[in-house]
């Protein structure tokens, strides 16, 4: 019986970016590609436009005719959700979670809501993750591939890189998404905290950073990593290196050698760096 192979899938923009890997070897990568739209894929998701999913679909559906895929990993798309931290008191009372949801999602129907909760590394805390139930509904196309998909929140991805290097000490990742970034913050692996940054133009950015740090103290915490990767991920860095650790070492997930992987380096058409969410997940 051959191995079983995993697909992962992430989406930046008019890009679709893939990866398959060998579930449990020690140098899992196959294939890495990408498909780019002439449409915003966050956008056919939102309006659910079926024509333009099936798009997406289809390129999948492909890379499944080749790779006899057996696990599927969608990594979901920030703006499509809302995270918030409470303590864990309020994930476990129903009333109280109810009406801190009723309150962050005031307007929404409860009914077309999502939720999911994160364990953080302080344990009197989770991380609630809210989605709309119909955009999932258009995500879950993907996942009549294959018999087990999972979606994950870019707020995931850190943990990934924890379990393919073991990285000791406290880290942070930084994800940049046209006019979004996504921040997480991680302790061993464990996610710390996370939090989403929205900005018109790119040179609010440190400004808008510097508002977010005095609510989310561990944003000015001390990380011995700060990981770049996502849209312009160097131009980002640029933005923000004044604001962060100075003794923290940046580093642009540009290569598969600055990922750590071993992998036989191609040319490819796009940025290795809007890919790895999907590699990191296809590795590990």
């Given at each position: 019986m051959g191995s079983e192979l995993r697909l992962a899938v992430c989406f930046f923009d008019q890009r679709v970016f893939y990866a398959v890997g060998e579930i449990g070897k020690p140098d899992p990568i196959l294939r890495i590609g990408s498909h780019e739209f002439n449409f915003s894929?966050?956008?056919?998701?939102?309006?659910?436009?079926?024509?333009?999913?099936?798009?997406?679909?289809?390129?999948?559906?492909?890379?499944?005719?080749e790779f006899p895929i057996t696990d599927l990993q969608v990594i979901t798309l920030p703006i499509h959700e809302c995270w918030a931290t409470f303590p864990k008191l309020v994930q476990e009372d129903p009333t109280e979670r109810e009406a801190h949801l009723g309150i962050l999602m005031y307007g929404v129907e409860r009914s077309s809501l999502g939720v999911t909760w994160h364990e953080l590394s302080n344990r009197d805390y989770r991380l609630m993750?809210?989605?709309?139930?119909?955009?999932?509904?258009?995500?879950s196309r993907m996942g009549e591939l294959v018999t087990k998909t999972a979606y994950?929140?870019?707020?995931?991805?850190?943990?990934?890189?924890?379990?393919?290097?073991?990285?000791?000490?406290?880290?942070?990742?930084?994800?940049?998404?046209?006019?979004?970034?996504?921040?997480?913050?991680?302790v061993l692996g464990k996610l710390r905290g996370a939090t989403m940054i929205r900005f018109e133009v790119l040179d609010d950015l440190p400004f808008l950073w510097e508002f977010s740090a005095q609510r989310l103290r561990w944003m000015k915490g001390l990380h011995e990593q700060i990981l770049f990767y996502?849209?312009?991920?160097?131009?980002?860095?640029?933005?923000?290196?004044?604001?962060?650790?100075?003794?923290?070492?940046?580093?642009?997930?540009?290569?598969l050698k600055v990922m750590g992987l071993n992998v036989e380096e191609?040319?490819?058409?796009?940025?290795?760096?809007?890919?790895?969410?999907?590699?990191?997940?296809?590795?590990?």
């Open positions: 894929i966050a956008d056919a998701f939102r309006s659910s436009d079926q024509m333009k999913i099936e798009g997406v679909y289809a390129i999948l559906k492909a890379i499944k005719q993750v809210v989605r709309d139930s119909r955009i999932m509904n258009a995500f994950n929140s870019e707020c995931d991805t850190g943990s990934k890189w924890y379990s393919l290097h073991r990285t000791t000490g406290n880290y942070m990742t930084i994800c940049s998404y046209p006019g979004l970034i996504s921040v997480s913050s991680y996502g849209i312009q991920a160097r131009h980002i860095q640029d933005r923000l290196v004044t604001l962060l650790d100075s003794s923290a070492d940046m580093i642009t997930l540009d290569s191609e040319t490819y058409n796009f940025e290795l760096s809007q890919a790895f969410p999907a590699i990191i997940h296809a590795a590990s």
